[in-house]
């Protein structure tokens, strides 16, 4: 049992919905109680957005403000970031099984496996390997990281388009942005793994696809912003590319009678390159851990910058 | 050049149908001869053993012959490996693409891949994840090792199953095959990468589909043979198991009409695991190693095992 006087109080909101987290602000040592009581508040309605404005409003004492995701778009847009108070998110919390989705597609169109779950006879011969490969990734933060890791087996030259030019373990080479042209002009595949923010909102435009190779393949496990729809619908359309594995879209979800749904050379999954059963124990894990550092002082982790935005 | 008085006399026969061969035999230094010259003969036709017999009836003083592909069951049904000569297959040539086209197969099927390839329409939130989980390989083999390498940035917990209790570098623990039942019992998925032999001929058959986990996945991506097809029809039909993903089936090519086509539970892809355009570059260099071998005096790679027939 935490001990009452020392133990943090913790309030998870909106009530109810997350028991498996309330377990983990216990497991930790943390103590249960109303918003107007609490010290970190974790909130769990990502469409919410006025729900917890208003919570922090009523409960000015409040120091922390906890996330459950990745992407944080929605909260940055209304400025909540910006209160003065520590913002933490799921940052990092889902890259492995992101990263692991990302394979799963960019494997699935090189092998042409969408063609063959909807054939119903035995056919051609045909698909090509990631071995020995090029693989340009957008984006260098935790999606990335795992995917390097998840990588290593595979004798991949990875190229990582980022704007810290550090170098990653696993990558060949880190560029900047504005080499973006160059770094997918030779790649089998170029692979999102962004955030999504002004700069990088359509950043897949006609003039990349144009400069990708006409057997290259697209995947999107970031956010379906930073592809102009459009314009990779044509792409696809007159061969531009080989194809695209979108987990993300714009709009989403998407709706039916979309071209995207129509055409071979595209796979889409509703969002599921980290799914509840995939995430419910990395982010109570994170959750108890934060909880930890809190007590004991500890810088937290997937802290928000607020004026990135994520 | 070679040196026509040292190089080594090679045969590649049928003749005139793989260039990259002759050019394999050529840059090892080797001497392209008619086989009643040759010391080595390199066999390029799967299907013909009878040709390979009759030219090795003809040509007495052929001392290797060197075949293609990493299964030679139908070379061993024939009884050509007791003669005394030396044999080299292409084991191990096409370990890393058969490896991956199983990994691609399995997160395929965990990720619900094939029901997103036939999806009009944004689908529901499911999807598990290989990270973590629990994996039992039948097979201890080259292709085995390739996956244990690849897996190595998915932690995940590999059971081997082979024959040498030998431990393997990635993998958990390896049992001896008479430990299969209790290795696939709690697997999330069970790969198969065997040579087939009388004894794993048939060893996927109703049993062990049972002791398998209904929400388990099968993988083959070894021949078709070693599961007993009218069993996986079965165990998928009612749910013995979650799904499976085959590379190979039996009978193969599987039939127009096949209860396997319709099944959404199963994965077909049509013997690509190792596609020509993926092969092509990995045999030539197999070739071009074992002239230089055979040249130096060195023993050869990938040699057969007259006894065990592969």
Redesign the interface.
């Known amino acids: 049992m935490a001990d009452p006087s020392t133990a943090l109080p913790v309030a998870v909101r909106p009530a109810g919905t997350r028991s498996h987290l309330q377990d983990a602000v216990r497991e930790a040592g943390g103590r249960l109680v109303d918003p107007d009581e609490a010290r970190m508040v974790v909130w769990t309605d990502v469409s919410d957005t006025e729900g917890l404005r208003q919570l922090l409003v009523d409960a000015p004492q409040v120091e922390v403000v906890q996330l459950l995701w990745a992407g944080v778009e929605s909260f940055a847009a209304e400025g909540l970031f910006d209160d003065g108070r520590t913002w933490a998110c799921g940052k990092g919390v889902y890259a492995?099984?992101v990263a692991?989705?990302a394979?799963?597609?960019l494997?699935?169109l090189?092998?042409?496996?969408?063609?063959?779950?909807?054939?119903?006879?035995?056919?051609?011969?045909?698909?090509?390997?990631?071995?020995g490969g090029r693989l340009t990734v957008l984006g260098g933060g935790g999606i990335t990281e795992s995917l390097l890791?998840?990588?290593?087996?595979?004798?991949v030259d990875v190229t990582v388009v980022r704007r810290s030019a550090a170098p990653m373990e696993g990558a060949a080479r880190v560029v900047s942005p504005d080499a973006t042209l160059e770094a997918i002009g030779d790649a089998d595949a170029v692979v999102l793994a962004l955030a999504l923010t002004d700069e990088t909102r359509g950043v897949i435009d006609a003039e990349v696809l144009a400069a990708m190779r006409d057997d290259a393949w697209l995947v999107n496990v970031a956010r379906g912003p930073h592809v102009v729809t459009d314009d990779l619908v044509t792409a696809l359309r007159d061969g531009v590319i080989a194809g695209a594995a979108l987990d993300v879209t714009d709009p989403e979800?998407?709706?039916?009678g979309h071209p995207l749904?129509?055409l071979e050379n595209c796979?889409?999954?509703?969002?599921?390159a980290n799914?509840?059963?995939?995430a419910v124990p990395l982010i109570a894990a994170r959750v108890r851990a934060n909880v930890q550092r809190m007590t004991a002082g500890e810088p937290l982790i997937g802290l928000i910058d607020a004026e990135l935005g994520y």
Request: hydrophobic share 45%; aromatic share 8%; glycine share 8%.
């Open positions: 492995d099984p692991e989705h394979i799963a597609m494997l699935a090189m092998r042409d496996l969408p063609a063959r779950a909807r054939a119903t006879s035995w056919g051609p011969q045909w698909g090509t390997s990631l071995i890791g998840q990588l290593a087996g595979f004798d979800p998407l709706p039916d749904w129509t796979l889409i999954t509703p969002h599921t799914t509840e059963a995939m």
